[in-house]
């Protein structure tokens, strides 16, 4: 089970030919047939399970210019922008809201970390500034843990993630796209090293482009057709409370992540603390992840789970290349870890005494899909002409969502790429070029 997300109806109609064929009903994909549509492109949207099912419904739901790597600011920047103005454009309400984010640390390193980024802040204008160990303490209680200092960025917040997608869904379908649930798309139709169309269990839709936002699946969606793409998904946990008191819109420390929700609940998380679930895949694509595997080795605890066995990094999925592996898996959605979702309420409430009987309302888990340098893929693919991939966004997705959505509109339509495209080439994962290691 995963949260309780805004239902979208399908389509009844699959179009037998439109411009683009959008395969994945996620953040990145809703956004971009939102940003196709807005240009007079016509726009089918292909997902095998319903609108936000895997991982944009189970995010933390941040969006932030704070922390990012340098590679991603131009595009954290558009997408911030573009968050702003969207329930205008499309008539309803995404929960985004800048409420600022609330850092603190008691770990030095950490701390000089967040100060050495200030530069960063200071070249692309980000309004962020740190905070002594007083003003850390007066925004997240030291019941648990002695601050040494904070971080507080003013201008960034949180959409919800139950109603981010859907509403991108819907905003497209307002533009003339059709929306097609419980539609996998099985496989690409190529004529003369061009997309021609997609087959998806309900039938062909002819197209002269395709958008790959397939999330953790897209990799295995690839390979049939000779495209490698390098990715591995860790799982992570999250919790969502009932509501409760306000303790602060969009908290973070090493001990939880809280994000406060529209209706006064809490979604509860502990940053970096993941599963690495060791898959074929993982195995096939370990060299290009070695650097990463090193640097983040403290954070993650490796592990074997179903995802050897099933979903799209499993035996089955690399060494077979069934068309139908995608329906059979309607919705890739782990539970959440017993032992983390423990560790989550039990530090929440050491910090806060006055919500010590504070019960889930719902937990779950999700497979993060990431590449090997932590940037997202989004990029035209060299080996098929009209094939545009959006994904490996690496818990990033979310809150860059709206700008790699435009940023995919621009590649298909031709148009000037809103923000360099060059640090997101799938190219730069190939050839064995040196992989430098996102610093957030």
């Known amino acids: 089970m995963g949260p309780a997300i805004k239902t979208v109806v399908s389509d009844e109609k699959l179009p037998s030919a439109v411009d683009v064929v959008v395969v994945g009903g ?10 196709l549509a807005k240009r007079g492109l016509s726009v089918a949207l292909v997902e095998k399970g319903y609108i936000g099912c895997e991982q944009s419904s189970r995010t933390w739901g941040w969006c932030r210019q704070q922390n990012r790597d340098r590679r991603e600011m131009p595009l954290a920047i558009l997408a911030m922008n573009l968050w702003d103005g969207l329930a205008q454009e499309i008539g309803m309400d995404l929960g985004f809201r800048r409420t600022g984010l609330v850092y603190t640390t008691d ?3 950490m701390l000089a970390g967040w100060e050495s980024w200030l530069t960063v802040a200071e070249e692309f204008g980000v309004n962020t500034y740190m905070l002594t160990a007083r003003e850390a303490a007066e925004r997240i209680p030291e019941n648990r843990s002695k601050w040494v200092g904070g971080l507080h960025s003013v201008n960034d917040g949180k959409a919800e993630p139950e109603l981010a997608a859907p509403v991108l869904a819907e905003g497209a379908r307002a533009l003339g796209a059709t929306i097609h649930q419980g539609c996998a798309a099985r496989s690409l139709e190529i004529t003369n090293g061009r997309v021609a169309g997609v087959v998806t269990e309900r039938g062909s839709i002819r197209c002269d482009a395709v958008v790959c936002a397939g999330g953790a699946w897209a990799s295995r969606f690839l390979r049939p057709h000779g495209v490698t793409f390098p990715q591995a998904s860790v799982r992570q946990t999250a919790v969502r409370t009932r509501p409760i008191e306000n303790l602060g819109e969009v908290l ?9 929700r529209l209706d006064g609940s809490y979604t509860m998380a502990i940053s970096g603390r993941a599963t690495l679930e060791i898959t074929p895949q993982g195995i096939r694509f370990s060299r290009q992840f070695m650097p990463q595997f090193i640097k983040r080795l403290k954070a993650v605890e490796f592990g074997i789970g179903r995802s050897f066995i099933s979903g799209p990094e499993s035996i089955g999925a690399l060494l077979s290349n069934d068309p139908l592996i995608f329906e ?4 890739l959605g782990p539970g959440p870890m017993p032992r983390l ?3 989550i309420l039990k530090n929440v409430r050491e910090t806060y005494p006055e919500v010590a009987g504070i019960e889930p309302d719902s937990a779950w888990g999700a497979y993060v899909d990431s590449t ?13 002409g009209g094939l545009v991939l959006a994904a490996g966004c690496s818990g990033h997705g979310f809150g ?3 700008g790699i959505g435009h940023l995919v509109a621009d590649f298909v339509n031709n148009d000037t790429p809103s923000v360099d495209p060059r640090p997101f080439s799938l ?3 190939l050839g064995g070029s040196k992989i430098e290691v996102g610093s957030i």
């Open 427 to 429: 190219n730069r994962l």
């Open 400 to 402: 860059l969502g709206p």
């Open 328 to 331: 059979k898996n309607r919705v």
């Open 341 to 343: 979702l423990a560790k």
């Open 107 to 109: 770990d030095e390193d």
């Open 26 to 35: 996620g953040i990145v994909g809703t956004a971009s047939a939102y940003y």
């Open 372 to 384: 090997p340098d932590a940037i997202p893929v989004i990029s035209p693919v060299e080996k098929i």
């Open 252 to 260: 973070y420390c090493p001990d939880f992540a809280m994000t406060r």
